[in-house]
């Protein structure tokens, strides 16, 4: 058998390791929370900057006066593929 002190040493090594185990894996959940939500962040300025850059090429394409909405009466089938033939050379 194992004297108290033994005993003594051998606890107080095992709780340590468990306290040391629970506080390193709260910084390890913290670290990871924060980056998560700064990855979050990041894709939506990136959701945001690419929903900004569409809305202006759909406003300067309506510039030109081609309506592109079939059920519009004013929708003219000629003029849109003159219009597609013109952007793509």
Same mark, same amino acid.
């Given at each position: 058998?194992?004297?108290?002190?033994v005993?003594?040493?051998?606890?107080?090594?095992?709780?340590g390791?468990?306290?040391?185990?629970?506080?390193?894996?709260?910084?390890?959940? #913290?670290?990871?929370?924060?980056?998560?939500?700064?990855?979050?962040?990041?894709?939506? &300025?990136? !959701? =945001? @900057?690419?929903?900004?850059?569409?809305?202006?090429?759909?406003?300067?394409?309506? #510039?030109?006066?081609?309506?592109?909405?079939?059920?519009?009466?004013?929708?003219?089938? &000629?003029? !849109? =593929? @003159?219009?597609?033939?013109?952007?793509?050379?």
């Open positions: 058998m194992a004297s108290t002190t005993n003594v040493v051998r606890y107080t090594a095992l709780l390791g468990v306290f040391y185990g629970i506080v390193h894996r709260r910084s390890l959940h #913290k670290a990871h929370d924060a980056e998560v939500k700064q990855h979050a962040i990041h894709e939506r &300025e990136h !959701l =945001i @900057a690419e929903a900004k850059e569409a809305w202006k090429k759909k406003q300067e394409s309506g #510039k030109d006066g081609t309506i592109t909405d079939p059920e519009d009466p004013r929708f003219d089938l &000629e003029k !849109l =593929i @003159a219009k597609w033939e013109a952007e793509s050379q």
